[in-house]
């Protein structure tokens, strides 16, 4: 079983910035897919970003595109995602997911395996 741990979240100004990260435990996520969501009250969880095993690829959701950026540190067993430019329609439960399957890089929910608790961001105006 794999444990995920997102921390980093927090209340912020429009404009600012946070980073999130995913501590994974249990094994080694090296090989795995890993991957951003976020839910706001009221909505269904939606993508917003993704890392191949190895970093070769990064997927991003287009209302992400060009402000947040994923990356991995396979040593740490960790991923990160850094927000930049933060809006308010950003604020939402931020959400790290795994994927065992490395020949894709999902990016509906159901395409993940192990799941975090969540972590809040909250972008004020």
């Known amino acids: 079983q794999v444990q995920l741990v997102e921390s980093g979240g927090g209340l912020v100004q429009a404009g600012g910035s946070l980073k999130l990260s995913c501590a994974a435990s249990g094994r080694t996520v090296s090989s795995y897919v890993m991957g951003w969501f976020r839910q706001a009250p009221g909505a269904e969880r939606e993508f917003v970003c993704a890392i191949a095993w190895n970093g070769g690829r990064k997927v991003y959701a287009d209302y992400v595109k060009g402000r947040f950026t994923i990356s991995r540190d396979n040593d740490k067993n960790t991923v990160y995602l850094q927000m930049n430019s933060l809006k308010p329609e950003d604020t939402a439960v931020y959400y790290c997911?795994?994927?065992?399957?490395?020949?894709?890089?999902?990016?509906?929910?159901?395409?993940?395996?192990?799941w975090g608790q969540g972590t809040q961001v909250t972008v004020s105006s």
């Open positions: 997911a795994a994927d065992q399957d490395r020949s894709t890089v999902p990016t509906m929910w159901r395409g993940y395996d192990y």
